[in-house]
């Protein structure tokens, strides 16, 4: 009584654009390429070169915020001298940063 019928619909309904459906998820992940991936391993490429570089007497940073001097340098480890004949050994990816020389007598 007050619902008509329905019938299907003869014309056929426009197809999508092809490669302008996917264009969104393509700047998507464009951007995330830029923003979170790129940034993320030029930081591990430049970490990994420190860590490479370490030599006996480099003053150093644990992610831990301990200071010290670097004393022996192992192939996973690094001996760090903390204190006077305090020794303690790190391993190389826990080291934030090698700092300045001289850095830890302007500290004390």
């Known amino acids: 009584m007050f619902i008509s019928n329905a019938y299907a619909q003869t014309a056929a309904a426009p197809q999508g654009g092809g490669i302008m459906d996917f264009l969104p998820l393509i700047a998507l992940i464009a951007v995330f390429y830029f923003l979170v ?5 030029k930081r591990a490429k430049e970490h990994k070169a420190m860590v490479e570089a370490l030599q006996r007497g480099d003053e150093i940073i644990t992610v831990g ?3 010290g001097t670097v004393s022996k340098v192992f192939e ?3 001996g760090m001298q903390i204190a006077e004949n305090v020794e303690v ?10 700092l300045p020389k001289g850095t830890i007598k302007s500290i004390k």
């Open 89 to 98: 050994t790190v391993q190389k990816s826990a080291i934030q940063n090698v």
């Open 76 to 78: 996973e480890y690094v």
């Open 65 to 67: 915020g301990q200071v």
């Open 37 to 41: 991936l790129r940034p993320q391993s």
